[in-house]
């Protein structure tokens, strides 16, 4: 049944359904007290109009603002083309064949292999110029898991239907994916690696290319739908002009370095 929608002073604004039933409502929730005086108005199953006394609830505006409409469809979009993008989701999807090799992609940029490999090369390292470089992009990427997990906290959007929770090493979560920690990490990391290593201009492409596959890999298997990963992408690229700008150095963080010194 449709009503008008109208201002505090009565005057038609817009339109809304009002549900058919009283006890089990079809679009919208419950009728509350005030509306049921509107539905005996509006006489039986037909379109009609009806006084300004009908409660917010009881509505479903259909002159929604072009943003909403915007929004509403770019999120059918994303789940529409997640859904034909997840092709590697289970071993029985049409590309299940390739599902260990988009798994082996999941690891080289997990949080772990990340964090470890910085460890590692910390302590290898010999030169003062080299653990500055190292000791920034283990900021980087506690920075990033600790942003990553913030909004994920917050957002909480469901991983897709059609993933399986088969990650390596999780954290509570990453139960949520919006958004992808790969995806950030990807792009935070190539854009460090670009700018602070030296590298043949192949090497350089082979480490944009990583981060593009490393994104796509997230979707194909199921566990992202393509704005986590897009998102993910700008995410990550921010993250880095925060670590650029914070960039620690003996000079404003001399007791880290000192300290790294007497490991
Ligand atoms: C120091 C510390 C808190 C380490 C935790 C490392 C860890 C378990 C990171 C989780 C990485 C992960 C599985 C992220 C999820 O990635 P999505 O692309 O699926 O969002």
């Known amino acids: 049944r449709l009503s008008p929608r109208t201002d505090s002073g009565g005057k038609p604004r817009g339109t809304h359904l009002v549900s058919q039933s009283r006890s089990r409502p079809l679009l919208s929730p419950p009728l509350q007290d005030g509306c049921a005086e509107a539905e005996e108005a509006a006489g039986p199953g037909g379109l009609s109009l009806v006084p300004p006394s009908l409660p917010e609830e009881g509505r479903m505006d259909l002159n929604p603002s072009f943003l909403g409409i915007a929004l509403r469809s770019l999120l059918a979009i994303d789940l529409w083309l997640s859904k034909k993008l997840g092709v590697c989701a289970g071993e029985s999807s049409s590309w299940g064949s390739v599902r260990p090799l988009m798994k082996l992609l999941e690891i080289s940029g997990h949080g772990i292999t990340w964090l470890l490999g910085t460890l590692y090369c910390l302590c290898r390292s010999d030169s003062w110029a080299g653990r500055e470089v190292l000791m920034n992009l283990l900021f980087a ?17 469901r991983r897709p239907a059609h993933n399986q929770m088969d ?26 690696i670009l700018k602070h290593l030296v590298l043949a201009i192949p090497l350089r492409v ?28 700008f995410l990550g690229y921010m993250q880095y002009s925060i670590v650029d700008y914070c960039w620690l150095s003996p000079h404003n963080a001399p007791v880290l370095f000192i300290l790294w010194n007497q490991q």
């Open 167 to 192: 990650m390596f090493v999780t954290l509570s979560v990453d139960k949520y994916s919006f958004p992808s920690g790969h995806a950030t990490r990807a792009s935070l990391v190539s854009r460090f």
């Open 206 to 233: 082979l480490v944009v290319l990583w981060a593009f596959i490393l994104g796509l890999s997230r979707v194909m298997l199921g566990r992202h739908n393509v704005t986590d990963v897009a998102f993910g992408f």
């Open 141 to 157: 990427l506690l920075l990033d898991l600790l942003v990553v997990a913030l909004i994920k906290g917050l957002v909480r959007r």
